[in-house]
């Protein structure tokens, strides 16, 4: 939910050659900046023992990371800082961001005193605050960190132009289907793990008596994502980035597939929770808790969602792994599909300690400390399972994981904003549409299209 | 005038000046300079952006429900008014009531917006608007006890016409089995019992309707009852020969049920009667009912406030002409038609004005009431204006459409102050 109303859409980055020019620039001019590390010499000070990453010692550096995250994420974030101020004897200070935290920025940027490393969700807004050449490429060292702990795929959508700014330090998996143990369990159901095991699974449920699915139709991203799980599985990566990059139009005969294939939960009768219309008034919140409220009779039996559905989930009194549930998106074509969002670190003032808290931050030390926290989950293959204080939690962060470079980032969210990320408008409306009347294959894509051609002419 | 009086002057105007230029003046200038500049506010676009507004599809909604806006809320809001400053003259009680009509004017909007949004909310344990629309209605036509039973696998019957039937023809003296599935254990009716299955009587047909789902282990024998399978008590069935229905009857509360020879060699029907949905209440934020029910809570926050404009104008009614009126034979419709509402039709000009110009910009109920799904149906002006500035980054279509704003207001104004001038002369 969070990482959602966080978005910072792409405002269709030109690529310009200006962004590329400033990059090398910044690079040349390194190490100077303005940190004030007392003996800036030594390289391999502080590695404490047990500790996989090199950091050097920053006695005297003060950094600030700036941040949409509160509460327990905040909270649990400090500990993760805490840890470096603790190998490196530097100071770092944890600045709370507003959402859109790139307006944030903006301001702070303008004001003279940007963050010295923000945590940016989205490809998009990488892209943003290189081309506002706010970003500063990464050093060697964090390079090789990245290298070292993450998959090709999560390296390359830290990179703009070839040019490494993002680490990628918090993911979200929104391949997910959160269902009702006991729903499932009184309908004698099992976790499906393809589409036509899905089906079967939902028809066990409605014949006993239960709704299969619930829908937040209101807000008109549960609705993408939806399609971006089964888009990706049925029609690959390479047609999901070509879609989200608008190379191949909405009336593509694989968004009709996509869209048939959505229609056999969308548009069969009674199998989403108060029909189609009730589940366009329901908001994601209300989709999440009425499926995990209701004892033996929940409104629904199934919800999808990312994981961030757990922090809805927690305001009912199911627990999470004994009432509530996970199983992986089935596959509705060759291989489940892995569709992903996440929080990247880019460094906005260059100095060794931000490179260096960079370097960190792309660490399993680093991302091992959070998880064992809960409550949140790291693309960094080198974090161990055991870091994961539950079962459901493991499961979610070995999903992911095991996708390998086949996870692909929300596609509503790399799309311009107009299309992919207004209420009522563009791609939210049109599919809103669509569970309306899922008979409609046709006029859906014609409306899709249509609505995308003028997101993605105009602007820039 | 002196030269020294002009500066002094000049000097006490200033700072009214100086605050009025930086604070309206600029800002509308700048807004209209902007207006005729492209997205990145470098490229000139001239009138590109104002030839926008009036071909996007969203901005032709948001205009036109922005005229059903300034027709309908200031209109409703005052007559409303009227009729309470008018009616609570008269009630011992009225500074009581009109204290409680006022009082929705003491909360914002944004509070008010979410008040509305729970209060339309389409379930009705939630909102009161269906609680008490579905409670209306299910007094008249109560809902069936089975909604959702359907046929499982390799069932015996096949939908028709919301119903079922059986795919063949019944036999005497062969019990028939009528399986459904999908009637939740806590929405079965209180006295069904276990179904068993039906006996074979000579010369009568025999059957049982029973839901046959066992809980945890799915459909348990296809077509039979299980020990733990209920009866469908209370189910009705009617033997169906060549369209007309022979013989009907009510199974038992374990499902059994027992229809006479005449039905030998009949279909057998579940009417449709046994699986009517539960009546849902109104979808007030629909597409279709949307404007209309924020509309509802924009005059249930304004009403109060036209009515004590136009309580204080009445309180400045002469009583003797009333009197005289009623003296003269006038029944009270006829005062209140043709002598109130006429001494008071300055006040009402100013409180239908003022609201039409509040009404211009209404922006945070729309935003706050209507779901996602259809802020497109509910979309104003003003919101129009936002989604374009903030949320989709065309600064340019956004300033169009607030220069359009600002020329929709201005007859409004005009008419306004042209009245103030008058009743100063007076």
Redo the contacts between chains.
Sequence with gaps: MRSKSSTIRTHRAVTTGAALLTGALALTACSGGDSKSGDGGGDGGASASGSTVTLPKLNGASLEVAAVWTGTEQKNFKQVLAEFEKRTGAKVTFVPAQDPIINFLGSKIAGGQPPDVALLPQPGAIRQAVDKKWAKPLGPEAVKELQKNYSQGWQDIGKVDGKQYGVYYKAANKSLIWYNTKAFGNAGAKEPKTWQELLTAAQAVYDSGVTPFSVGGADGWTLTDWFENVYLSQAGPEKYDQLAQHKIKWTDPSVKQALTTLAQVWGKKDYVAGGADGALQTEFPASVTQTFTGGDQPKAAMVYEGDFAQVNIGDTKAKVGTDAKVFPFPAVGSAAPVVSGGDAAVVLKDSKAAQALATWLASPDAATIQAKLGGYLSPNKNVPDSAYPNEVQRKIAKALIASGDDFRFDMSDQAPQAFGGTPGKGEWKDLQDFLKNPKDVAGAQAKLEKDAAAAYGNGG | MTGTRKAVAALFLLPALVLLGALVVYPIGYSIVRSLYD??GDGFAGIDNYKAIFTDD?IRTALKNNVIWVVFAPAVSTALGLVFAVLTERVRWGTAFKLVVFMPMAISMLAAGIIFRLVY???PDKGVANAVWVGVHDTFASSSAFP?A?P?RESPLVPQGGGFLTRSAVRAGQPVALPL???????MPGDAERAVAAKAEPGRITGTTWQD?T?????GRLGAPDPSELGYAGMRIEAVKGGTVVASAEAAADGTFTLPAAADGARLRLPASNFREPY?GV?W??PSLVTPAIIGSYVWMWAGFAMVLIAAGLAGVPRELLEAARVDGANEWQVFRKVTVPLLAPVLAVVVVTLMINVLKVFDLVYII????????A?VLALELY?KGF????PGIASAIAVFLLLLVIPVMLFNIRRLRREVRR
């Design positions: 997205a990145n969203g909310d389409q379930d959702r359907h499982g599935v999908g009637v939740a254990p806590d929405q789902f809980r945890g282990k799915g459909v849902n979808d934020l629909g209507a779901p996602g799904s259809s802020q497109d149906d979309n989604r949320a989709e980054g065309q």
